[in-house]
């Protein structure tokens, strides 16, 4: 039983953003793949959890890079278990650049088991194979704290869920999220800044067919801002991005 | 000198569609990378083109699968350069379903070259490691044909493209393109079935900013129908796409 799990990628051109650099939408996504392997191998993916009728949920998601991810790099994403209670395992992640074997950030997430026909939290803490990977490794970046959130006044952004923007269970992909959240700001807040740190609460599901609504404030400190996006009458929703001029 | 190019993928839970299958935009953007890692091999690629001042641009593609892609199964896309003229280079794929190495499914695509100055098209024939890459492999699907347009009416779809939809150039990712078009039918529609075929003309870049005006109508012929998206005063792309009940 291996307590780590590694996922190598490449950025490719035709997956990076404007500025070149891999994008928050597919750095998350790529989080999650790599979540996912490391719980297959231990016996605890999506399917072995379905089969007892329940369902991994991400819950927060905190990511903090000492630059950003370029074009034609390769990296590797490497996943440990960090905890494991009743409601809640952390799972973390250092990013390596692959040409030079040094960190580049790091990453945290939170997940909970929602039982599938009740909607409430499962149980984790009798998952052995979890309790079992629970490692120590390196992981110096802040746990998420407490997100601002702002108002939606009557000019705030709407996006309708449509087909693309579904996974199975007719949730709304992570990729999506991401994609509003960075939709927040103008492509020159992006070659101004580079995205430091992003904290993301996932609060309630959005489903296809709703129309969301979204927006953004500034914080208190250089460069740091909330975004919120509300669908179907619940805070959906909440992130907080640093933004370091370039 | 590789007359052909594998790039290996596994269709992952968080990048699977609502029928837990390869989406069309995924796929497409599976099809770039791997056209883009062998024309890097080539030494043809996007960053040697630019330095002679010449960008590549993906002008047509057309993807038949016998049976959709599902998650969790490993695939791999061949591909390879099918002809070479002045204005256009085809360049062909096979889609193998590592678990049995059967082919599942074939692509082609009709790349130019654009000179990024006068924004006219860029003369192909002397790139001469282009030329000695040219193979005779069997690609079992039509060629695209001409695609009808649907009439967008004061209902058609609107989208404007934000920050998540640009790639280097301020150009729409063809992710993006895939997206609009995929999302001119309800769940529904790929519920009850999948796509069997599709092809896609590029015909004018859309950009940030642009709010763009899609939709589709159907065509002679069980399950076919096409989609437009407009941008910016121009017609942008052309799709058709083939539904076959599952």
């Known amino acids: 039983m291996e307590r780590t799990y590694d996922y190598d990628f490449i950025v490719t051109a035709a997956d990076c953003n404007a500025q070149r650099e891999l994008s928050i939408s597919?750095?998350?996504?790529?989080?999650?793949?790599?979540?996912?392997?490391?719980?297959?191998?231990?016996?605890?993916?999506?399917?072995?959890?379905?089969?007892?009728?329940?369902?991994?949920?991400?819950?927060?998601?905190?990511?903090?890079?000492?630059?950003?991810?370029?074009?034609g790099r390769r990296y590797r994403l490497r996943t440990w278990v960090a905890s494991l209670n009743r409601?809640?395992?952390?799972?973390?992640?250092?990013?390596?650049?692959?040409?030079?074997?040094?960190?580049?950030?790091?990453?945290?997430?939170?997940?909970?088991?929602?039982?599938?026909?009740?909607?409430?939290?499962?149980?984790?803490?009798?998952?052995?194979?979890?309790a079992e990977a629970i490692t120590d490794l390196p992981c110096p970046i802040a746990p998420q704290g407490k997100i601002a959130m702002p108002e939606l006044g009557d000019d705030a952004k709407e996006y309708t869920f449509a087909v693309s923007d579904i996974d199975v269970n007719r949730h709304v992909t992570t990729r999506r999220y991401c994609d509003l959240i960075t939709d927040c700001w103008p492509l020159e807040m992006y070659e101004k800044n580079h995205v430091k740190r992003f904290d993301i609460a996932f609060k309630h599901e959005a489903h296809y067919g709703e129309t969301a609504r979204y927006g953004s404030m500034a914080e208190p400190g250089e460069g740091i801002y909330a975004a919120r996006i509300d669908s179907g009458d619940?805070?959906?929703?909440?992130?907080r991005l640093v933004f370091t001029p370039r």
Chains 1, 2 share one sequence.
């Not at 016996?43 to 990511?63: A, E, K, P, T």
């Not at 619940?234 to 992130?239: G, I, P």
């Open 234 to 239: 619940h805070l959906c929703t909440l992130a």
């Open 87 to 130: 409601l809640f395992s952390e799972r973390n992640f250092v990013l390596i650049d692959l040409d030079d074997n040094e960190p580049t950030g790091y990453a945290r997430t939170i997940w909970m088991a929602i039982n599938m026909e009740t909607r409430t939290p499962g149980d984790l803490s009798s998952l052995q194979p979890l």
């Open 26 to 71: 597919t750095l998350a996504t790529y989080i999650i793949d790599t979540a996912t392997g490391h719980a297959n191998e231990l016996g605890v993916g999506f399917d072995r959890m379905i089969s007892m009728g329940i369902s991994w949920v991400l819950s927060r998601v905190s990511v903090e890079l000492s630059r950003p991810a370029r074009v």
